[in-house]
């Protein structure tokens, strides 16, 4: 079990952001030639932490957009299913996401494309 040095206990705890706050919308298309179709999109924001248990440094805060874009496969008679494309990182951002000592620090998830079917019988 480590043990904590009693100056280490007024510290902020370390690798946990203080604040982090996220919001997603998405609109769907009911009419017209764009009729089943949902964009949406996504920001996570996380504010700074420290690292180490002595807090000799801060991690920088860092902002992540996603997007969605969805249609709906009713117009081609399969109601219920739908296919999506999902986009995590949009922008591509680097950021260091924590870090437990000077030079052991773990990087934000890269740009990732998720593309998913799914079907209701």
Not at 51 to 60: C, D, E, Q, R, S
Request: aromatic share 12%.
């Amino acid at each position: 079990m480590a043990r904590l040095k009693t100056a280490q206990l007024a510290n902020t705890s370390a690798q946990v952001p203080e604040h982090m706050a996220s919001l997603w919308g998405d609109y769907t298309f009911y009419n017209g030639a764009l009729s089943g179709l949902t964009l949406g999109t996504g920001r996570y924001l996380t504010s700074s932490s420290c690292g180490g248990l002595a807090n000799i440094f801060k991690v920088g805060s860092y902002t992540v957009v996603d997007a969605l874009v969805r249609y709906a496969l009713a117009r081609v008679s399969l109601a219920g299913s739908n296919v999506a494309l999902h986009v995590n990182d949009l922008l591509d951002h680097e950021c260091v996401a924590s870090c437990f000592s000077k030079y052991g620090c773990f990087w934000g998830a890269e740009r990732q494309v998720v593309t998913t079917t799914s079907f209701r019988f």
